[in-house]
């Protein structure tokens, strides 16, 4: 919460008073929204969270012109692009280019040659990055893949391949589709990848070309919800999000992408999660967070 929170109250609803905005937030508003965030999107917003809480979501409080969180919430309740709005504020979307970097090895290293082989003998080859946040993972993929080889861009783009990168965020998504970043954010790509596949661009940022960007399809996706996804995958990447979620429901999306992937496949999950006892046998372990699929 910003540094214009005033006191929490003694009253019974806890309620939360601001010295400048006098936005009410009480302990069965931060219940309220935890609920729906869960049934919306799986996150887990326990009542430590609640200064979060609060902090992501005034602001839209104040845009709807309302004075309390209670009308707010009686507003997502009902309108769905609000709701849809909230969620995505909720949401934390941190990344960065050519995180976990041992992930990215492995795949350029080990899963992507053999798949490039398929592609040279006109086989289809499909990844998916799963919680793609503004973009850095994908096109880090995309990067790692053509190397320092210009020629494999003009290659590539002959083939059946496609990356697939999904969010929940709207606008992440819209920051993604764009391919401008931020010099500092961009300082984490090789410098040899950095100076091949990005250029510069207004603001003193960079752009990432876009040899590197017309592969990725960029889609809006809930992990939690129906998946309009007809054919399994060769590589999914889903890290760092499932930290957000509880152990049922980690149980069953990782059960999900392990159906989404060919037995073969490569499952790439974050640093600090494991797989579910009921998932695990389903795989062999390939590395650090890094999994094979060896059995439906």
């Not at 965030?37 to 979501?57: D, F, H, I, T, W």
Request: glycine residues 8%; aromatic residues 8%; proline residues 3%.
């Amino acid at each position: 919460m910003s540094a214009a929170t005033a006191r929490v109250g003694g009253d019974a609803g806890g309620t939360r008073s601001l010295r400048d905005e006098e936005i009410a937030f009480g302990t069965a508003d931060h219940a309220a929204i935890a609920k729906l965030a869960y049934a919306e999107a799986g996150l887990v917003l326990a009542p430590s969270k609640s200064q979060l809480v609060y902090g992501r979501l005034a602001r839209h409080v104040r845009a709807c012109g309302l004075r309390d969180f209670a009308d707010y919430i009686a507003l997502i309740e009902s309108d769905a692009e609000e709701r849809a709005r909230a969620v995505d504020a909720l949401t934390t979307n941190h990344t960065s280019f050519f995180r976990e970097n041992h992930h990215i090895d492995h795949f350029a290293g080990e899963a992507w040659p053999a798949l490039r082989q398929r592609l040279a003998g006109g086989g289809r080859v499909r990844v998916w990055s799963a919680a793609c946040s503004s973009g850095e993972e994908p096109y880090t993929l995309m990067m790692a893949a053509l190397g320092f080889d210009r020629a494999a861009a003009r290659t590539l783009a002959g083939t059946d391949f496609r990356l697939l990168a999904t969010d929940l965020s709207a606008s992440s998504l819209a920051a993604a589709r764009e391919g401008w970043y931020a010099q500092d954010t961009a300082r984490t790509i090789p410098a040899g990848l950095r100076a091949l596949w990005t250029h510069p661009a207004e603001d003193g940022g960079i752009e990432i070309v876009e040899a590197v960007r017309a592969p990725v399809a960029f889609r809006a996706l809930n992990l939690l919800r129906d998946w309009p996804i007809r054919r399994r995958f060769d590589v999914i990447f889903c890290r760092n999000v499932m930290i957000y979620f509880d152990a049922a429901t980690k149980a069953r999306l990782q059960a999900r992408l392990a159906d989404a992937l060919e037995r073969g496949g490569f499952l790439y999950i974050g640093h600090s999660e494991r797989l579910a006892a009921n998932v695990a046998p389903r795989f062999e372990c390939v590395g650090r967070t890094m999994f094979r699929k060896v059995t439906e």
